[in-house]
């Protein structure tokens, strides 16, 4: 055993020196068989020392041990929770002295900042030195760390910064807002208001930056997003810019008409040409109406690719037709639409307008010679007038545009009719495959065959989806239709949540679709959607199988629309198991 483990010593590159090896053989016990457990244990640790220093993992140079740290740290983050704080990747730096060696040299390591509490979250700003730092989804308060002074102190050394929280809060962030901050690439400051009782809407104080934002210029910067913070707007030039995000929330004290540090729409328009890399914009209640300002021509941003406004309906419609009309011919962005307020009759005008573009926008595919393939879903928002409008690819189920449309002032339910009649015309008919329906507004089956007339013909239309239909009013209706109007419509889905379907209409609607059927309208398959404890569920289910070639049940899931839940057989299981 000596004789081995002296050839396992020597065949190491060698820790352990020659006066430890001149020792051991000096002891009284080396001819001896037995020695004490003390002398094994002092050689055995440094061969095995020898033996790690030797491992693969152990002699990888520094730059790739960093590597592999940089990958642990993405999918192991450290967190702090109430009990405890968890460390995650940081945990390398207590396996070995050469890991933590690596681990504390490379400053790029520690650039993250997360709330570890006060001890750990310092010293990793600590072990991040002078190297650009990224803090991110923040929301800070008296509790968290780090603190929001220690931000704004080091505010030139960041690349990222994203905090949100209420003015008193931020106020040392906003007050450095002025400053240069040349390694800045994404910015996110949004600041909250103060709930007033009784749903009275928000208080917010008035947050400015004193003087040009990020000092007139941050070479760096291409993410941009700020929430309810003023500034000079004259002095903003960030022409590189990729993504910008402008919001002021409809706060008590704000009046967009009305407040001069914002932009006029021609300033905010000429602004905007200058930023050619723009791939994300989005504007909210941000610039000035002016009385009699000549609106000013359409701009081109060609590589625009999601565009997010709200506002009034004039507001939207000055924008949207300012910065998509001239969109090049084989790329539209992806648009949604938020009118705020309400609005008078849609004849006015604005409405028209802004459906008219939508519209047009969502049936130009890339190539112009080529029709787009859209699924489009109307429902209802709030019960006073107001609706959504979704365009979405038929194929991918992609957003192509998002429109809310506004309340209208003095409604009357009985307009319904008038609305949705406005709307299904300007549809791009041959473009619609699919058509998502609701009928929360509770028109009736003559009113629902009055709004399907003035949307026919539909020569693409495949899947039809109703929803929010208990009495089987639009249903009937849409089976009534002429092979001409539907040529190829071969599934319908009902979608019945947890409200089921009246009983009483089981035989009415059996009828209606063999005689739809017998018309030639193509109709194979219907899928029924909902709960199975829901009114009429199993005669509707029986009855359906007999009418169709095709019957499908599903259950209620966690996605809506033609591309549909899960299956009835994962609603069972939710049930048992809820």
Not at 199 to 227: A, F, M, T, Y
Request: hydrophobic share 40%; proline share 6%.
């Amino acid at each position: 055993m000596y004789y081995h483990l002296r050839q396992s010593i020597q065949h190491t590159s060698s820790g352990i020196t020659g006066a430890d090896w001149e020792y051991a053989m000096a002891s009284p016990l080396a001819g001896s068989s037995q020695w004490p457990d003390a002398e094994f244990d002092r050689l055995f640790q440094r061969l095995a020392e020898d033996f790690n220093r030797a491992r693969p993992i152990v002699v990888l140079p520094p730059e790739i041990l960093v590597l592999i740290f940089s990958f642990l740290s993405l999918s192991s983050l450290p967190t702090r929770s109430r009990s405890r704080i968890d460390l995650g990747w940081i945990r390398v730096t207590h396996v070995c002295r050469r890991w933590r060696e690596v681990a504390l040299s490379a400053s790029i390591l520690w650039t993250r900042v997360d709330d570890l509490g006060p001890y750990w979250t310092a010293l990793c700003l600590e072990r991040a030195r002078n190297a650009p730092l990224r803090l991110l989804f923040f929301f800070p308060s008296s509790r968290t760390f780090p603190k929001v002074r220690d931000i704004a102190d080091r505010f030139p050394q960041f690349r990222q910064l994203e905090i949100q929280g209420t003015p008193k809060i931020l106020r040392p962030i906003t007050d450095r807002l002025h400053s240069p901050a040349p390694r800045l690439e994404s910015l996110h400051v949004a600041v909250s208001g103060i709930r007033l009782p009784n749903h009275q809407g928000q208080v917010i104080d008035v947050v400015e930056v004193r003087g040009p934002l990020l000092g007139g210029n941050s070479p760096s910067l291409r993410h941009l997003s700020l929430q309810n913070v003023f500034f000079q707007w004259s002095t903003f030039r960030f022409s590189d810019l990729v993504s910008l995000t402008l919001v002021y929330k409809a706060l008590k004290t704000y009046e967009p008409a009305k407040e001069m540090r914002l932009p006029s729409v021609s300033a905010l328009f000429a602004t905007l040409s200058t930023m050619l890399n723009l791939r994300t914009l989005c504007l909210h209640r941000f610039m000035r109406m002016q009385v009699g300002e000549a609106l000013p021509k359409p701009i081109t941003l060609p590589h625009l690719g999601f565009l997010d406004l709200g506002g009034s309906a004039t507001e939207c419609l000055i924008l949207q037709r300012g910065l998509i009309a001239d969109s090049p011919r084989n790329r539209s962005p992806t648009v949604f639409v938020s009118c705020a307020g309400t609005t008078t009759r849609w004849e006015a005008g604005e409405i028209d307008a802004l459906l008219d573009i939508c519209m047009k926008l969502s049936s130009k595919a890339g190539d112009m010679d080529k029709l787009r393939r859209l699924n489009c879903r109307i429902t209802a928002s709030g019960g006073q007038g107001g609706l959504f409008v979704q365009m979405m690819d038929f194929d991918s189920d992609g957003q192509i545009f998002h429109l809310k449309l506004p309340d209208i002032e003095g409604w009357d339910g009985p307009d319904w009719l008038r609305i949705l009649k406005i709307l299904l015309s300007t549809l791009p008919r041959d473009c619609i495959c699919a058509l998502e329906l609701n009928n929360e507004m509770a028109l009736s089956n003559v009113q629902w065959t009055e709004a399907f007339a003035s949307v026919l013909p539909l020569p693409q239309l495949e899947i039809v989806m109703i929803s929010e239909d208990f009495r089987c009013k639009c249903l009937p209706a849409l089976l009534d239709l002429d092979v001409h109007g539907i040529p190829k419509m071969r599934e319908i889905i009902l979608d019945a949540d947890e409200i089921g379907l009246h009983p009483g209409m089981v035989e009415q609607v059996a009828d209606s679709v063999r005689a739809c059927r017998q018309r030639g309208v193509p109709l194979q398959c219907i899928k029924l959607r909902g709960s199975i404890q829901a009114v009429g569920m199993r005669d509707w289910e029986d009855m359906l199988r007999t009418v169709v070639p095709q019957f499908e049940r599903q259950g209620i899931g966690d996605v809506s629309g033609i591309h549909g839940p899960g299956n009835v057989e994962e609603d069972l299981i939710g049930m048992i198991l809820g």
